[in-house]
């Protein structure tokens, strides 16, 4: 009996960092969408949409599709909540930084010079939004936008991968 125990909490602990990646980037997703609410909220920087650009820039593959929104809204929800928070769980002891906020940070870092260098030139917005002609506005919004969502992925999955006592 001792070792179907042993087997199933080796299992529980290995596989662990999968829900704990879920929910952490569930509530980043959250923060990022908090922020872009309070962002069409208070009217700031209304011309730098990139998600509208990443719209009008995936339309034709989704020429065929009625609700074109719909699948591009899932597509960067599936993104951020499933593929960066799964790969985030599973290298974060990898990852630079002592804690879950510094390694949050490394990747927000790296994916914001990642939109500014590939996707917002891609998507006609130039790089870090610049061709806007709004400055270094898009720059830094995307940067906190990026921020928003990878610092609270790294504190809460850190907080979830605290050692649970009695196991």
């Known amino acids: 009996m001792r070792f179907g125990r042993d087997v199933a909490m080796t299992i529980k ?22 922020l872009m609410e309070l962002k069409t909220a208070l009217h700031i920087l209304p011309q730098f949409d990139p998600s509208s650009a990443l719209l009008k820039t995936l339309s034709p593959l989704f ?8 699948p591009l809204w899932l597509l960067s929800q599936l993104n951020g909540a499933f ?3 799964l790969l985030f769980g599973r290298f974060f002891h990898r990852l630079p930084g002592r804690s879950g906020l510094a ?19 891609a998507i006609g917005l130039g ?19 990026i ?5 609270v992925l790294g504190a809460v999955y850190a907080v979830l991968q605290r050692p649970v006592v009695g196991d």
């Open 13 to 34: 602990h290995s596989y662990r960092w999968i829900g704990s990646s879920l929910v952490a980037s569930g509530c980043g997703t959250l923060a990022h969408m908090a």
């Open 63 to 70: 020429a065929n599709v009625t609700h074109v929104q719909a």
């Open 83 to 85: 593929l960066i928070g």
């Open 103 to 121: 390694k949050g940070f490394l990747l927000g870092l790296a994916g914001w010079l990642l939109l500014g260098i590939v996707l917002f030139p």
């Open 127 to 145: 790089p870090f939004g610049l061709s806007l002609g709004l400055g270094a506005g898009p720059a830094l919004f995307s940067l906190a936008m």
């Open 147 to 151: 921020e928003a969502y990878s610092l």
